[in-house]
């Protein structure tokens, strides 16, 4: 355990690091990331200059890759169908005209598909963030059970992520890699302090970057409690210093004791509707010289911390764990209005050991999030500071209070109404296997993912006896602001083993066989996918160029085989974490799951989400249709695998 005194000198050293890094900082990223320079002796972004520009596949190549992946999801006759249409587009003068427009613009840009994946998948489409975009990570519940607790775990989750943003700032956080293979680590210098501003028809980012980091202003956290608004301040302005772990503690101590009362109109809730429907009322609220300055605070801060006030309900769950997992996720309607989901790091206190992030999903990965929240518990588990109570006066906090006018207290009742309905028809369970992890798979010398995968897809298989198209996330790191390309574990391999799951006639030893060859093939995928050699990201690419160039989409895209290979029944990702955590959010389709999950050495936790309207699915019974797939398939490796 670490000292107090101890704890603030490392502390205090980190930051006049920081201080006296800002000017070689800004030399890697200047005005643009066009020409970066390597930083000497350091560390997080001493590779990114050598790391590779993000590749275009051949078209020929991503054809052929488009119609392998689709063929086990068609009858004969669509496949027949599909087939043509690709191969007309293929042989056509506008593939080759879209192709080329599309490595002019790589030639001109650090990343191809950088903007886009900004505008068109995040900042352009108006649907609401909580449940369909933005996830929530729970992590183990701490011991704490009361306010006091509650209040010194926020306090050093304060002092833990401000100790992880002094490690990416100083570049001291080691780089990340796959195999060779360095990681792109620009989504970590986007984590802490960005937020998301409601506009109409797009959004605006506002990324904290080094650059642009000001300590006059970038020195406090946003604090909900009870629906209401206030900014503390957790920096020196003038050194740098982290504030004394005792003033930030006191201090939350006296933001509780202003806001016992909730209040019924906390414009919380607003950020959970519809994008369109919060820009209206923030363009409105923002004419308001008092409601703009507190805005700003907001977008200003490093993070919003959301310190809820009691038990959360486990009504309409399976169990506590479900019903604390969907506290982080939307607030479940007790906490929905004490929230701010469109700052990108939003951490949830409860009130009995309960917490975890809830994050807009713009600028980064869960990933990164994961990597945070594990440094920062790590930190929490390893911190001794001697909590002292004395007078809480308030020096360091300040209320934000917003001019509400009826208009907006209307939209305020009609925007919960709208995320209470979202909230209800979601359901939400975290299964928690423990009955082997990563170990199992290892050691029959096969991928603990790819044996996930195929389990997802026995459990689909046999709940709706059809083959369940997946989406999985597959990292592009390994490219300079590389971002994410899908994994389709919906192959024809894995449908022949799932045929012969439910066929009495096919032998165990040949099911164990199609299982190896099912495996091994999602394993090859996944490597497809992180070297881009798969077809999604480059599709995209294509479309998105011919619409700027208006150009007549090709006929490809409007085929049915390629509007079923873009309807995920599954929409999977694993998010790895050092601790017993899971990360859920919403399908992707009315009648699909959700599932992410988190592999450990000897146990796995998924967080499994459907939609109640649809009576096909359930997720408590695909939570236990995945803990049989999983048995099953450690079954047939242990008993029938050939040996070697």
């Known amino acids: 355990m670490i000292s107090q005194n101890k704890l603030r000198a490392v502390m205090k050293n980190d930051f006049m690091r920081i201080t006296n890094r800002y000017r ?46 689709v063929k086990p999801l068609l009858d004969k006759k669509e496949f027949d169908a599909t087939e043509k249409a690709a191969m007309n587009f293929l042989n056509s003068d506008d593939a080759q005209k879209l192709q080329c427009l599309l490595v002019e613009k790589s030639k001109k840009t650090e990343n191809w598909i950088a903007d886009w994946w900004y505008d068109k998948v995040y900042l352009e489409p108006r649907c609401s963030l909580p449940i369909i975009v933005s996830p929530g990570s729970i992590y183990p519940q701490d011991e704490y059970q009361n306010l006091d607790g509650q209040l010194q775990f926020a306090t050093k989750y304060i002092l833990g992520l401000l100790n992880f943003k002094s490690m990416i700032d100083n570049q001291e956080f080691p780089v990340e890699k796959s195999g060779d293979s360095y990681f ?103 004419q308001n010289e008092i409601n703009k300055a507190n805005f700003e605070s907001i977008h200003d801060s490093l993070f919003v911390l959301c310190l809820d006030t009691k038990e959360c309900s486990t009504e309409g769950f399976a169990d506590k764990k479900s019903a604390n997992a969907a506290q982080i996720l939307h607030g479940n309607k007790q906490f929905s209005s004490n929230r701010w989901f469109d700052k990108t790091v939003q951490a949830v206190i409860g009130t009995n050991g309960v917490w975890g992030t809830s994050f807009e999903h713009t600028v980064a990965e869960a990933v990164p999030h994961a990597v945070m929240n594990d440094h920062i518990f790590r930190y929490i588990k390893n911190s ?48 928690n296997f423990d009955l082997f992890g990563k170990n199992f798979p290892k050691s029959q010398k096969v991928s603990p993912d790819a044996f996930v995968q195929i389990a997802f897809q026995l459990a689909f298989y046999r709940a709706h006896n059809k083959l369940g198209n997946a989406y999985e996330s597959g990292s592009l790191r390994k490219f300079n602001f590389g971002r994410t390309e899908v994994i389709r574990a919906s192959s024809i391999e894995a449908l022949e083993f799932l045929k012969s799951m439910v066929d009495s ?140």
């Open 24 to 69: 070689e900082v800004l030399k890697y990223y200047g005005s643009s990331f066009s020409n970066p320079i390597i930083l000497k002796n350091t560390r997080t972004l001493s590779h990114q200059t050598s790391l590779p520009r993000l590749p275009i596949p051949q078209l020929q190549s991503t054809v052929g890759k488009y119609l392998n992946a």
């Open 184 to 286: 792109c680590m620009d989504q970590y210098y986007k984590l802490i302090g960005t937020c998301r501003i409601p506009k109409k028809d797009k959004d605006q980012i506002n990324i904290m970057h080094i650059q642009n980091f000001n300590i006059s202003k970038n020195n406090h956290v946003t604090v909900l409690h009870n629906n209401k608004f206030f900014s503390l301040q957790v920096i020196d302005t003038e050194t740098g210093l982290i504030l004394d772990p005792n003033e930030i503690y006191l201090n939350l101590k006296f933001i509780v004791e202003q806001s016992k009362e909730e209040d019924e109109y906390g414009i919380g809730i607003l950020t959970s509707d519809e994008r369109d429907v919060w820009a209206s009322a923030y363009e409105i609220l923002n």
């Open 384 to 431: 001794e500071i001697n909590f002292l109570e004395e007078k809480r006066n308030g020096t360091l906090c300040k209320e934000l209070v917003f001019q509400v006018s009826d208009q907006i207290k209307n939209q305020i009742k009609k925007s919960q109404k709208v995320f209470n309905s979202q909230i209800d028809n979601l359901d939400l369970y975290v299964l």
């Open 505 to 644: 006639n096919v032998e165990n030893q040949e099911r164990t066989q199609l299982l190896l060859r099912a495996i091994k093939k999602h394993r090859q995928l996944t490597v497809n996918a992180m070297n881009n050699e798969s077809f999604d990201k480059h599709f995209f690419g294509l479309k998105q160029i011919a619409l700027e160039n208006g150009i007549a989409l090709p006929e490809l895209f409007n085929d049915a085989g390629y509007k079923k290979a873009s309807y995920y029944y599954l929409s999977t990702s694993q998010v790895s974490s050092k601790f017993e955590a899971v990360t859920t959010f919403g399908p992707l389709v009315d009648d699909g799951y959700g599932s992410c999950y988190n592999i450990m050495e000897e146990k796995m936790f998924f967080g499994i989400s459907c939609y109640k309207s649809c009576t096909e699915t359930n997720s408590k019974v695909f939570g236990e249709n995945l803990r049989n797939a999983l048995l099953d398939c450690q079954a047939l490796l242990t008993k029938f695998k050939p040996k070697l």
